[in-house]
């Protein structure tokens, strides 16, 4: 529960640098989706708090973009459980699951909230969507490993703390 408030802010110096820095490399408005692997990795880490980071980000990302409330918490939230338990059969140092779970998590996200838009009743072109999702796709593989390394660097910090403050 120490781990909470270092993450949340993790969490917006991301959207920070989502929102202003990464529109200069944005494609059609798409650009990489830093909560996204940041959460996905999160669920990888933590086995206790999946849930509550899962949630946490999306009604985060929510409030912040302006876009259907609920919609992305959600997403994250059923993306943070499947990653989750997608991680308890693999072995967590592995290096090839950071890049299967951004690969995995992008499509689901991208997928279940143009599914969940069209149920609204709004029309979609399916063609948009595919591109939306490769663009995306391809942002999000290009930044797994960075995003992953400093993910689990700051987790190390975190820890190094929480066990220096334990009498």
């Known amino acids: 529960m120490k781990t909470l408030i270092p993450w949340f802010i993790l969490l917006f110096l991301a959207y920070v640098l989502q929102s202003a820095f990464f529109n ?50 959600f997403t994250f ?3 943070c459980i ?8 693999i072995y967590k140092e592995n290096i090839f699951l950071p890049l299967v779970a951004s690969l995995v998590a992008t499509i689901l996200n991208d997928f279940m909230i143009a599914v969940l838009i069209f149920l609204l009743g709004y029309d979609y072109n399916i063609w948009q969507v595919f591109n939306n999702i490769i663009v995306t796709l391809i942002y999000n593989l290009i930044f797994t490993y960075p995003v992953y390394f400093v993910v689990v660097k700051v987790n190390d910090k975190l820890q190094a703390f929480i066990k220096s403050q334990e009498f």
């Open 24 to 73: 200069v490399i944005s494609y059609n408005g798409i650009t990489v989706d830093l909560i996204l692997l940041i959460t996905i990795f999160l669920s990888i880490l933590y086995d206790k708090y999946t849930i509550l980071y899962g949630f946490c980000s999306g009604l985060f990302l929510d409030l912040a973009s302006g876009s259907f409330l609920g919609i992305h918490t």
């Open 77 to 79: 939230l059923i993306l």
């Open 82 to 89: 499947l990653i989750n338990r997608l991680a308890q059969f």
